[in-house]
């Protein structure tokens, strides 16, 4: 069992930033997870934003690419996500996830477990 519980979500002006963070809490503390940030905006389909491995190797989704940072603190059991140059079409509900199984992209993470999810809203 992994429990997620996201922070850090709030209203930004466009080009601002933010940073989202996500502590982890796992029943068995060495058990490894993929862990992804994803986001969804009203009336949208939730997508994936960025992903890391315990190896450390990131996946981004195109839009964020140059301005999204996903970062882990293993020892300390959390996942980070920094947000630069900010657009009104990042607004949304983010999540963050933990996978149990393996995907090489964020595009193909099927998350077990969610957390209750961080508003963004990134205003003109």
């Known amino acids: 069992q992994v429990q997620l519980m996201e922070s850090g979500g709030g209203s930004v002006q466009v080009g601002g930033s933010l940073t989202l963070s996500c502590a982890v809490s796992k029943s068995k503390p060495y058990s490894n997870y993929l862990m992804g940030w994803f986001r969804q905006a009203p009336g949208k389909e939730r997508e994936g934003v960025a992903g890391?491995?315990?190896?450390?190797?990131?996946s981004y989704e195109d839009s964020v690419k140059g301005r999204f940072t996903i970062s882990q603190d293993n020892a300390k059991n959390s996942v980070s996500l920094q947000m630069n140059s900010l657009k009104p079409e990042d607004s949304g509900m983010y999540y963050c996830?933990?996978?149990?199984?393996?995907?090489?992209?964020?595009?193909?993470?099927?998350?077990?477990?969610w957390g209750q999810g961080t508003q963004v809203t990134v205003s003109s």
């Open positions: 890391i491995n315990f190896d450390g190797e990131v």
């Open positions: 996830a933990a996978d149990s199984g393996w995907a090489s992209t964020i595009a193909a993470m099927d998350p077990d477990y």
